[in-house]
């Protein structure tokens, strides 16, 4: 069986490794310098140094990341915004118009009508769930269509393959924010998307304690972008990279721990009296249930739900909850709650809000991998409380 057979959960562990590992070292070393010793004189030599994302910590991440989702080629740097933010910047001119989904991470919104709106290039936003309406959105110099796997923070899964098939028909860029799914659930280069981002500091690291970010897809793009992030400084630092590189080895078994609470939570909430809404693609009466099982191996850690009674109530049980944090981000192996009108969303206005169904109550919950059955308890002592 060759590296490219392997099943997902070999190439996390094994795939990118040095190979003969370093002084026989099974756990990847820190090289914890930032520059190296470099004559000029070899043309096989590269020049290295840590602002080039080019030591050896980062090029066994980028084999490692390119790897599990099946792309040619991937990048570290350091936060999935900047990975965002540099991409865009690289393969969209002033002019140049970005079509996007509405339901979207509220960082990414406030770059696309800040930063990138500012620099001359045209977003416009669109259903992710009615493909039928996308036509009508086309400009004569769309140049990118841009999605999410699973939305934040009402965990929608929109049509992902619609989205690479309008792509090409098109001949538009494709790119989607993998975050939420990570490449246990999804990846994107597969289904032929041209780029995949993420924020490592979630799923891919697991442990709440790094900020990074990939991008994966076409070797062609993945360079631009890396040239481009050289210029702008968004480099990850090593040990950072060596934490992104061992919490990554166990993604498989945290994202199968994390989907299945997630369902036994969102499933125990949908018949709980003191909850008025759950939203979990996993959940069978859930309007991206059918998109979900199309696509995606599991269903992700996520989950939102709006306790009955509104914003005070939504509060006080935050207030009440004993398990788990009550802090921003996601994807740790700890359980974490916010909401999303005064943490992710909060630079929307609340009629943005509104239009996009974020309630000022609703509860964004990012599952651990602590026992189900603590987590339930204390959810319902909490909600009676």
Known sequence: MGREEWRLDTKLVRAGEPDPAVEGSVSMPIFQSSTFEYSGDDPDQELRYIRLNNTPNHLALHRKLAALEGGEA????SSGMA??????????????????????YGGTHQLLTGVISKVGIVVDFIDEMDPDTWR???HQRTAMIMVESISNPLVRVGRLRKAVEFARDHDLLSMVDNTFASPVNFRPPEEGFDLSVHSCSKYLNGHSDLVAGAVIGKRDLVDRIGENLVDLGGCLDPH???LLHRGMKTLG???????QTALTLAEHLRSHTKVSSVHYPGLSDDPSYDNARELLDGCGGVLSFDPAGGPEHAARFLHEVRIPYVATSLGGVET??????VTSHSGLSPEERSDLGISDSLVRVSVGIEAAEDLLEDFDRALKA
Do not use: E
């Open 83 to 104: 990975t965002i933010s540099t991409t865009l910047l690289t393969l969209l001119r002033p002019g140049d118009h970005l079509m996007v989904q509405r339901s979207l």
């Open 136 to 138: 009508d959105a086309l």
């Open 240 to 242: 950072a990279c060596f």
């Open 74 to 77: 991937a990048l570290v740097s």
């Open 336 to 341: 974490l709650l916010s909401r999303p009108a």
């Open 253 to 259: 078994l945290r994202m199968r721990r994390h989907n």
